[in-house]
């Protein structure tokens, strides 16, 4: 079982994170580099993808991610196809004989996540099997930096990884280009397509507050604080992180505190 579900409001996350998603210009002709070496591929990924009833470009973006889109390393973490498996998962894949061919290893990693077995591969079914591919290390341990993994390269991420395994550090920064970067990128060059979401009943949420008091970053709360500070005398810092601050500002706009304030009475 995932170490985390996808609820409704982590679906809403995913989407509004995908839709408001800018790539830093700096870093455009890299991820530019990168889908040069995809496309070219793509029938590749297609031939494993279309065994397992995964998009192909989901295969592609983790490829990239765990092997540099090197088709002599393993899709599961980037060890040479010529053996197993030596780093987590080792012994991978377990039947058959090195060397491998990539697609053997390929699938193999897949299968081993389950992917074949999932079936919302909406932009964010998406988003969280390639988070949860990644491990669940930032949105568990520190919900204040969105994975690297997903992000680095755009306007949702500046700072903040794991530099070794179980070593975090606040200042470094990835270096690699994040998955969901590239995913935008091929949709903004119309190479891919997402499947639709499904239809998902709101009612019992339509009385929930969409943005809580919280001393940690949530969806919404940038948008909210932007809001606040267009208002006469109301000085509040954008951080996404709606605290005392931002709760007393939305008190003066509408005379309540945020859900969630301990200061309700």
């Known amino acids: 079982m995932p170490l985390i579900s996808l609820t409704n409001p982590l679906r809403d996350e995913y989407r509004q994170l995908f839709d408001t ?3 830093n210009s700096s870093k455009l002709p890299y991820v530019e580099s990168i889908i040069k070496n995809i496309l070219p591929n793509k029938s590749r990924y297609q031939a494993v993808a279309a065994s397992l009833n995964i998009p192909w470009f989901f295969i592609a973006v983790i490829h990239n991610m765990e092997s540099s889109l090197n088709f002599s390393r393993h899709l599961h973490n980037g060890d040479p196809l010529n053996a197993r498996t030596k780093h987590v998962p080792s012994g991978r ?3 058959g004989t090195p060397p ?3 697609e053997e290893s390929a699938e193999d990693a897949l299968k081993l996540k389950k992917l074949h077995q999932w079936g919302e591969w909406s932009i964010p079914g998406m988003l969280y099997k390639i988070e949860e591919y990644n491990g669940w290390g930032y949105r568990r341990s520190h ?3 969105l994975s690297p993994y997903l992000w680095s390269f755009s306007n949702q991420y500046t700072k903040g990884k794991y530099v070794a ?3 975090w550090s606040d200042t470094a920064v990835s270096q690699q280009c994040g998955a969901a970067i590239i995913l935008r990128r091929l949709a903004e060059k119309d190479e891919i397509t997402f499947k639709a979401e499904p239809v998902v009943d709101h009612t019992d949420e339509i009385l929930k507050p969409l943005i809580r008091y919280s001393s940690k970053k949530i969806a919404g709360a940038i948008e909210l604080q932007e809001f606040l500070n ?6 509040v810092k954008v951080d996404g992180c709606p605290g005392d601050k ?3 500002a939305f008190k003066k706009v509408t005379g309540y505190y945020l859900n969630g304030d301990a200061r309700i009475k």
Not at 230 to 235: A, Q, R, S, T, V
């Open 100 to 102: 491998f061919t990539w």
């Open 21 to 23: 998603c800018l790539i």
């Open 165 to 167: 395994d179980g070593r």
């Open 230 to 235: 267009k208002l006469p005398g109301i000085y």
């Open 246 to 248: 931002t709760s007393e």
């Open 143 to 145: 919900p204040y930096v």
């Open 93 to 95: 894949p377990q039947d």
